[in-house]
T-cell receptor, first 116, second 109 residues
């Protein structure tokens, strides 16, 4: 079946502009995660959605970052007033159940964001 | 700081040889670990996982070993092939995945 998809694959924006990144999880997966990967680094957790529960936002680096998940499926990560340090690959993952059940997370291809 | 990390940023092996990629963790409460493979321009791909009640798990050409005494795990790839060239991450699942910086596996012909 289809895996996790993300769009756009690449986004170039100017400093100060807002951007929206989209994630379509695997159908039927209740948990959705956003991570950020800076050049040559490991992945940094941003936010986690599980079903209809309030999201875990503990990894968001600033209040310029927000995310929504509509209808328990598609998620949008929004970065307001982008800064150059926001440049990174933003990865989305989904899993069948919650992380408390240590379920395998499957990743999308990522969105490469470049802030000029 | 990070609780999971890999020993070497780059590992170069000859095609056909076995590869061993190491990972150390510091959280003794960690009970579930995952190895991911990330090829250039792609998201991480699940390879194999292991829970703390096991010390070895085998997949196709891959074996993960867990030593809880020294908080170390390793990924062994048998008969390394060109398609194995990628960055390998170990991740610790204590909620959100905590990743190390990764080891870049380079295959020499």
């Amino acid at each position: 079946g289809a895996g996790v998809s993300q769009s756009p694959s690449n986004k170039v924006t100017e400093k100060g502009k807002d951007v929206e990144l989209r994630c379509d999880p695997i159908s039927g997966h209740t948990a959705l995660y956003w991570y950020r990967q800076s050049l040559g680094q490991g992945l940094e957790f941003l936010i986690y959605f599980q079903g209809n529960s309030a999201p875990d936002k503990s990894g968001l680096p600033s209040d310029r970052f927000s995310a929504e998940r509509t209808g328990g499926s598609v998620s949008t990560l929004t970065i307001q007033r982008t800064q150059q340090e926001d440049s990174a690959v933003y990865l989305c993952a989904s899993s069948l159940v919650s992380w408390e059940d240590t379920d395998t997370q499957y990743f999308g291809p990522g969105t490469r964001l470049t802030v000029l | 700081g990070e609780s999971v990390g890999l020993h070497l940023p780059t590992l170069s092996v000859q095609e056909g040889d076995n590869s061993i990629i190491n990972c150390a963790y510091s959280n003794s409460a960690s009970d579930y670990f995952i190895w991911y493979k990330q090829e250039s321009g792609k998201g991480p791909q699940f390879i194999i996982d292991i829970r703390s009640n096991m010390d070895k798990r085998q997949g196709q050409r891959v074996t993960v070993l867990l030593n809880k005494t020294v908080k170390h795990l390793s990924l062994q790839i048998a008969a390394t092939q060109p398609g194995d060239s990628a960055v390998y991450f170990c991740a610790e699942n204590l909620g959100p995945l905590t990743f190390g910086k990764g080891t870049h596996l380079i295959i020499q012909p």
